[in-house]
C-alpha cells in the first residue's frame, strides 16, 4: 500500500491497455478506482479532488488527471502523445482552483479547475475520453485558460 | 481537371491510410519486442546472469535499439516520431532519481542507499522499460483502423471506375499507377521533407509526404 499526505492507494489492477488503481483521497474520502499506477499529488478543491497520476512508462508517460467526487470520477483528462518522456512530473498549487505542471520536460501547463463544464478545445496530446464538457480548463502555461 | 484533383487527392489519402495502418503494425512489434527484452533482462537479472544495475543498463539502451531495429519499417512520419521519442532526454540518473524517490520516498538519494534498495531502484527501470503508453497505442489502433477503412474505401472508388470504364484494362492500369504514385511519392516527399528539416520533425515531415504523393500522383496522372 503507497501513502501520500493525503491519499492512500488501496489496490492496483493490471490490465492489459488500462492499468487502474484504487485510491482513497482522503482518510474520510471515498475510495475509487482511477487510471495509472502512480499517484504523484491528490488536491482538495472544496468537496473534490483532483488526483494526478501517471503510467509509470518514462520512455513514454501518460499523464492522468481526474476529478473525483464522493459520486465518483467525474471528469478525466490525459495527456500522452509519441515521445513525451518523463523523468518526474510535479504537478503545483497555485491559487485554490489552478495548478501548474510540466510535461513532457519542455512543456508547461496551466489547469484551472472550473465551476461548470465548458467546451474542450482539440491540443495535440490531450484526450478527453470522449468528453465535449469539461471542468478541467487545461492551456499552455502564460496563456489564457481554456475556458472563461 | 477536377476528376483529376479529385484523383490526387484520393491517392494522398490512401498513401497516408497505408502509412497509418503499416506503423501500425510496427507500433505493435515495438510494443511486443521492448515488453518481451524487459521480461527476458529481468529474468537475466534474477538467474545471477546479469547483474541487476547492468540488467538496468541494457534495458535503458534496449529502448533505443528496439527503435532503431524498427525505423527501416515504419514510414517517414512514423520514423519522424521515434526520433522525437529518442531524443527525449531521459538517461541513466533521471530514471534512477525518479525510482528512488518513488520507492523510498521524497528527497532520498540513490548513492545514500543500501545494495539491496539499489537493487530494487534497478529492478523498477528494468521493469518500466517494457511498459509502453496505453495512450498512443490506443491512437495508433485507431488510425490502422480508420487506414484500413480508407484503402477499403479507395480499391471500392477503383473497382467502380474500372466496371463503369470504357477499356477496364486501362483504367485499372490507371488506378493502379495514380494510387501506386501516390503511395511512393509521399514516402519519398516524406523522406526528401526528413533530410531538409532534420530529424525528429513529424509535422514537417508529413506536409513532405502529402506534398509528395500529390506531386506524384498528379504527375503520372498526366500520362493517361
Known sequence: MVTGPTWQV???????????????????????????????????????WLLF???????????????????????????????????????????ERVFGFTFPATRRWRLELGARPAPVRPRLGVHRHGRWLSRLWLSGAGQGAESP | MFDRAIDVLRADVTAAAAMATNDAQVRLLYQ???????SALERAARSGQLSWSQAADEAMILRNTTLEALRGRTSPVGRALAEQMKASGLNRQTLLARYTE????????????????????YAEVVRASGRSNPQVNAMMQRASRFGRGLIVLSIGVSVYN?????????QA?????????????????????????GPGAPVCVGIG?????????FGVSLFF
Open chain 2, 102 to 121: 518513488r520507492l523510498f520516498g521524497s528527497g532520498a538519494r540513490f548513492d545514500r542507499l543500501s545494495a539491496a534498495e539499489q537493487q530494487r531502484v
Open chain 1, 10 to 48: 488501496l489496490e492496483h489492477r493490471e490490465q492489459s491497455e488500462e492499468p487502474a488503481m484504487r485510491v482513497r483521497c482522503a482518510p474520510s474520502g471515498p475510495d475509487l478506482w482511477v487510471p495509472g499506477r502512480h499517484v504523484l499529488a491528490v488536491f482538495e478543491v472544496g468537496t473534490e
Open chain 2, 32 to 38: 511486443r519486442q521492448i515488453s518481451e527484452a524487459a
Open chain 2, 209 to 217: 509526404a502529402f506534398v509528395g504523393g500529390a506531386l506524384a500522383a
Open chain 2, 173 to 197: 492500369v490507371e488506378e493502379g499507377a495514380v494510387i501506386g504514385g501516390g503511395i511512393a511519392g509521399g514516402i519519398a516527399g516524406g523522406a526528401a521533407a526528413g533530410l531538409v528539416c
Open chain 1, 53 to 95: 497520476a501517471d503510467h509509470d512508462s518514462p520512455f513514454e508517460e501518460s499523464l492522468e488527471i481526474c476529478l473525483l467526487s464522493r459520486a465518483g470520477l467525474t471528469d478525466q483528462v490525459s495527456l500522452a502523445f509519441f515521445g513525451w518522456a518523463s523523468a518526474g512530473i510535479v504537478p503545483e498549487r497555485i491559487a
Open chain 2, 162 to 170: 474500372i466496371a463503369v470504364a470504357d477499356d477496364p484494362g486501362a
